[in-house]
């Protein structure tokens, strides 16, 4: 149980295009998904939290604008990068709470996205 | 603030070898404690938690940790080593009561040797 998938899983786009990445709870529904940027050989670093119905809460230094998060429903959520740049390029991991226990935080299988 | 220092950035052992992964945390209450571990390329696998009680936590993969509220400190270990533990491994803290606003350290690769 507790599996939360993530498409694609590996993604190549032109500068200045957009890329949605989409994270699903599989078997559980999520009130809360988080949003993670992983640089290479580093830690996870939160980008925004997402509930569903609601507006996602960006973390500081962090561009509402260009990392539009929406979360439609309890098991999805959608990170879109718009007019994406190379230095946009990255891991993105999604990660949810399970809206019958909020004790654990399962994570996607992430997205790795080149920017040419 | 809540904080997580992992310090060490790479470790080696043989395999068969003990193992452990070293993890200190600075956080005003009593927190909520994680060790995940990432293959490459992948995302991150929960091997166990603490929340409260027992401060000897047993995961999966034969790993476990121990909470020790005197030392800050959460470390990872494990009594033999298989060559398929190499991987890089975070310790997480988290406030008391949620697994909302979890903070990473920042890894520890583990490489194993034949």
């Known amino acids: 149980g507790a599996v939360v998938s993530q498409h694609p899983s590996r993604v190549i786009c032109k500068s200045g295009t957009s890329v949605k990445i989409e994270c699903r709870s599989l078997?559980?529904?999520?009130?809360?998904m988080f949003w993670y940027r992983q640089f290479p050989k580093q830690s996870l670093m939160l980008m925004a939290t997402s509930n569903e119905g609601s507006k996602a809460t960006y973390e500081q230094g962090v561009e509402k604008d260009k990392f539009l998060i929406n979360h439609a429903s309890l098991t999805l959520s959608t990170l879109t990068v718009t007019s994406a740049h190379p230095e946009d390029s990255s891991f993105y991991i999604c990660s949810a709470l399970s809206k019958a226990s909020t004790d654990t935080q399962y994570f996607g299988p992430g997205t790795r996205l080149t920017v040419l | 603030a809540q904080s997580v220092t992992q310090p060490d950035i790479h470790i080696t052992v043989s395999e068969g070898a003990s193992l452990e992964l070293r993890c200190n945390y600075s956080?005003?209450?009593?927190?909520?404690l994680f060790w995940y571990v990432q293959s490459p390329g992948q995302g991150l696998q929960l091997l166990l938690k603490?929340?409260?009680?027992?401060?000897l936590v047993q995961g999966i993969k034969g790993f476990e940790a121990e909470f020790k509220r005197s030392q800050s400190s959460f470390n990872l270990r494990k009594p033999s080593v298989h060559w398929s533990d190499a991987a890089e491994y975070f310790c997480a803290v988290g406030p008391t009561g949620t697994a909302s606003k979890l903070t990473f350290g920042t890894g520890t690769r583990l490489q194993v040797t034949l």
């Open positions: 956080y005003g209450a009593t927190p909520y």
């Open positions: 078997d559980f529904q999520a009130t809360t």
């Open positions: 603490y929340f409260s009680g027992d401060t």
